[in-house]
T-cell receptor, first 113, second 112 residues
Framework: QQQVKQSPQSLIVQKGGISIINCAYENTAFDYFPWYQQFPGKGPALLIA?????SEKKEGRFTISFNKSAKQFSLHIMDSQPGDSATYFCAPAKSFGNEKLTFGTGTRLTIIP | DTGVSQDPRHKITKRGQNVTFRCDPI?????LYWYRQTLGQGPEFLTY????????KSRLLSDRFSAERPKGSFSTLEIQRTEQGDSAMYLC??????????FGPGTRLTVL
């Protein structure tokens, strides 16, 4: 677990604002970079993912930015809504062999009205 | 609802008892994973099946843990002689292609 670090641990953002969560990894063999969203008492749900052949991917209000040389990727949530309040995990993985996800420690996001 | 189901959702047991959890993956998914999540932490990988073959086990999976996936469909995770440190959420995920894993709701285990 030490090889994947997330920041910040918690984040409070006003409704309509931009939420930014960062993930740093060490294993250069990772080639799949997802973000998962988890609500209390539920399993994690895949939110958005990127492969290293692109530096940015956008799906609706969610954007992943990827910096291969820095071994970092981030999640941006535009126009944050109270329903986005959840814990977010980055979980990089390899595409071949054991494709297990290596989860970060999580970021608890709270969107206030 | 991702289509991955887990049973039971909650289990309370006494230390030393055996427990078994079941996971039913999405029907066309040939890959199945088990993870464990403790409070305030991210899920940690336990084991991985492709069809009925168990391809990898984490060092977290001590001799008291065993997992099966007969006929490549549902999977079971058994913990023998439970310890208080086994208290956690046990998550199952399945996928059809590498990486895009869909998680079930989890089984919360409490060992008294």
């Amino acid at each position: 677990q030490q090889q994947v670090k997330q920041s910040p641990q918690s984040l409070i953002v006003q409704k309509g604002g931009i939420s930014i969560i960062n993930c740093a990894y060490e294993n250069t063999a990772f080639d799949y970079f997802p973000w998962y969203q988890q609500f209390p008492g539920k399993g994690p749900a895949l939110l958005i993912a990127i492969r290293p052949d692109v530096s940015e991917k956008k799906e609706g209000r969610f954007t992943i930015s990827f910096n291969k040389s820095a071994k970092q990727f981030s999640l941006h949530i535009m126009d944050s809504q109270p329903g986005d309040s959840a814990t977010y995990f980055c979980a990089p993985a390899k595409s071949f062999g054991n494709e297990k996800l290596t989860f970060g420690t999580g970021t608890r996001l709270t969107i206030i009205p | 609802d991702t289509g991955v189901s887990q049973d039971p959702r909650h289990k309370i047991t006494k230390r030393g008892q055996n427990v078994t959890f079941r996971c039913d993956p999405i029907s066309e998914h040939n890959r199945l994973y088990w993870y464990r999540q403790t409070l305030g932490q991210g899920p940690e990988f336990l084991t991985y099946f492709q069809n009925e073959a168990q391809l990898e086990k984490s060092r977290l999976l001590s001799d008291r843990f065993s997992a099966e996936r007969p006929k490549g469909s549902f999977s079971t995770l058994e913990i023998q002689r439970t310890e208080q440190g086994d208290s956690a959420m046990y998550l199952c995920a399945s996928s059809r292609t590498p990486n895009e894993q869909f998680f079930g709701p989890g089984t919360r285990l409490t060992v008294l």
